[in-house]
């Protein structure tokens, strides 16, 4: 099993820390990971993006140029990374943020309005663990028990007080998928 994972948006939107707790995530269950961030040289607002790579063997390469999963939280990465997805793979799209319909038919697409949800939550930057809580739903690679506890173990001491908001993204994230599956 290998899975190939793409995360982008905005600088600030926490897309590192998304591919970060992840790769953490897999380490600790004792999976194969890579982690590649990528960001423009603004500090916030410019382009951010990490690649995960997740296996239960040796890893040959750390490039990834069509991910089985790419997460994307504003328009411009949806623009850039939507032809990439492998055919059938999943396309995890911030709703609050893209204001276009996806185009491709042969994957498969999950719309997720992240920042109301984070606002719902009382912080908006808690989108990034929504969204990630929605890909873990569909797409099992780890459980959010195995990243919760990543995100106990990893979590910055200057952030500690942040986890219990955390843990609630990401659960209001697969808790909102669930919702979206059982009304269809």
Same mark, same amino acid.
């Given at each position: 099993?290998?899975t190939e994972?793409? !995360?982008?948006?905005?600088?600030?939107?926490?897309?590192?820390?998304?591919? #970060?707790?992840?790769?953490?995530?897999?380490?600790?269950?004792g999976?194969?990971?890579?982690? !590649?961030? /990528?960001?423009g040289?603004?500090?916030?607002?410019?382009?951010?993006?990490?690649?995960?790579?997740?296996?239960?063997?040796e890893?040959? /390469?750390p490039?990834?140029?069509?991910? #089985?999963?790419?997460?994307?939280?504003?328009?411009?990465?949806?623009?850039?990374?939507?032809?990439?997805?492998?055919?059938?793979?999943?396309?995890?799209?911030?709703? /609050?943020?893209?204001?276009?319909?996806?185009?491709?038919?042969?994957?498969?697409?999950?719309l997720?309005?992240?920042?109301?949800i984070?606002e719902?939550l009382g912080?908006r930057?808690?989108?990034?663990?929504v969204?990630?809580?929605?890909?873990?739903?569909?797409?099992?690679?780890l459980?959010l028990?195995a990243?919760?506890?990543?995100?106990?173990?990893h979590l910055?001491?200057?952030?500690?007080?942040?986890?219990?908001?955390?843990?609630?993204?990401?659960?209001?994230?697969?808790?909102?998928?669930a919702?979206?599956l059982?009304?269809?």
């Amino acid at each position: 099993m290998q899975t190939e994972i793409i !995360i982008a948006g905005f600088g600030g939107q926490g897309v590192l820390f998304a591919g #970060q707790l992840l790769a953490y995530a897999a380490m600790d269950n004792g999976l194969e990971v890579t982690w !590649i961030p /990528s960001y423009g040289p603004e500090m916030r607002g410019g382009t951010a993006n990490c690649t995960v790579i997740i296996a239960d063997e040796e890893i040959g /390469s750390p490039i990834v140029r069509n991910p #089985q999963v790419a997460l994307v939280l504003n328009r411009p990465s949806l623009d850039k990374y939507e032809p990439l997805v492998k055919p059938g793979g999943l396309l995890v799209v911030n709703a /609050s943020l893209v204001d276009r319909n996806v185009d491709r038919r042969d994957i498969r697409t999950v719309l997720v309005p992240a920042n109301e949800i984070a606002e719902h939550l009382g912080d908006r930057r808690v989108a990034n663990m929504v969204m990630l809580g929605a890909m873990l739903s569909n797409q099992p690679i780890l459980t959010l028990d195995a990243v919760v506890k990543a995100m106990e173990a990893h979590l910055l001491s200057r952030h500690r007080n942040l986890l219990p908001l955390n843990v609630a993204a990401l659960q209001e994230g697969a808790k909102y998928l669930a919702e979206q599956l059982q009304s269809v």
